[in-house]
Structures are given as structure tokens and as C-alpha cells.
């Protein structure tokens, strides 16, 4: 099948496989995806993010496209898991140098998941930080900062210490682009030590330098 050929294709070129991508593929190759189109989705999604993961990002793009149609085709345009794969599009794109285009993706990902009840808040932080990267990008600091702090809510609310790092240095970097900034004032984002792992560790942003 096209699927079949998909999997010889390009499991070699991907180096090693996550955990989650190599289970799909063997349940694949074990004929238990063949009747289940939502598992085959999946296994085009995963084995795009491994290529894109091994910087080989058009042949990753292609794959996540095919999922992305997949997914619409079964579960319609405004599904959170459709809204997942837009954002994977929008962060390959970012990755091919198409900042338009990967903005309207993420978007367009962040209406789908804040519009679903059952989308995690640190799926939504996500999504929020990677628009605020582009933004960046595209010089746009102030509107930047609106979504990383609203990012670092979303973290706090799931008492998350993911992306927290990250989501720093973009705070910084907006700060320091945005010659009158009116979001942030100051704010920083704590996170808590490596080391502690408990939900409970999260602290809250604060004001003041």
C-alpha cells in the first residue's frame, strides 16, 4: 500500500525513532492500523516530526500535510486534532523560512484549541509561544509579549514547568525589542528548579524587577 511504501521510505532516512513513532510503525507493519484511519494519521504526523526532528524539513512537511488532510477529511476542520496538526505545520514552516504562512497556521491551531474544552492548557501555552516566536521575527514585540504572558498563564493554570525556559528567553528577547513596552513591565517568569518535578512547584509570575 502507499502507507507500506511511506514507512520503508522513510524509516531509514529518520535515524532513531521516538518511542511513540516506532510503536505506530510496528502496529502498522503488524497489519493493526490497516481498517483504523485515525492511527494511520497518526503515523503520518509522527513519522513527519521525526523528519523534521533529523532536519530533513520538506520531507517532514509532506508527511504532516498528508496527516493534516487526513485528519480533516475524518474529523473535520475544527478538531483539536486537526488544530494539533496545524500547529506542526506552522512550526515546520517556521522551520522552512515561511513566517506568513506558519502564522496563519498557528492561528488558526490556537482558535481550534481554545475553542475545545478538552485541549490541554499546556497544549494552548504551546501553540501561543510559537506564534510569539514568529511574531518576533516578524518584529512585532509587543504583540509577542500578550501572547507569552498569556502562555505563562496557561502554564501556571496546568502547574507546568514545560517550555518554561524557553518561554524566558522569549520574554526577554520581546522586552528588549519593544522600546516602550506595555505588556510586560517587568515581568518575569520563575521557573521552578530542575530538579522538582512536583505540580505544586509552579510559581507565579511576578511584577517588578
Request: net charge neutral; with cysteine.
Amino acid at each position: 500500500s502507499n502507507l507500506s511504501e511511506v514507512v520503508q521510505r522513510v524509516v531509514p532516512s529518520t535515524g532513531p525513532l521516538s518511542a511513540r513513532t516506532a510503536a505506530a510503525v510496528e502496529r502498522y507493519v503488524n497489519g493493526e492500523l490497516a481498517c483504523n484511519y485515525d492511527s494511520v494519521a497518526d503515523v503520518y504526523a509522527q513519522l513527519g516530526l521525526a523528519l523534521q526532528k533529523d532536519g530533513k524539513h520538506k520531507k517532514g512537511s509532506a508527511m504532516i500535510e498528508q496527516a493534516l488532510e487526513l485528519c480533516r477529511k475524518l474529523f473535520g476542520d475544527e478538531d483539536r486534532r486537526t488544530g494539533t496538526l496545524l500547529h506542526h505545520r506552522g512550526v515546520s514552516r517556521v522551520s522552512e523560512g515561511d513566517l506568513g504562512s506558519a502564522l496563519v497556521d498557528l492561528l488558526m491551531a490556537l482558535r481550534i484549541k481554545t475553542e475545545c474544552v478538552d485541549a490541554p492548557a499546556v497544549e494552548v501555552a504551546s501553540t501561543q509561544i510559537e506564534i510569539a516566536r514568529v511574531l518576533l521575527a516578524l518584529g512585532s514585540a509587543a504583540a509577542a509579549q500578550s501572547q507569552l504572558v498569556a502562555a505563562a498563564a496557561n502554564l501556571k493554570k496546568a502547574g507546568s514547568s514545560a517550555e518554561a525556559q524557553r518561554l524566558q528567553v522569549l520574554l526577554d528577547k520581546s522586552e528588549a525589542q519593544c522600546k516602550e513596552p506595555q505588556v510586560l513591565d517587568g515581568f518575569k517568569y520563575d521557573a521552578p528548579p530542575t530538579q522538582q518535578r512536583s505540580n505544586d512547584s509552579m510559581p507565579s509570575p511576578k511584577n517588578g524587577k
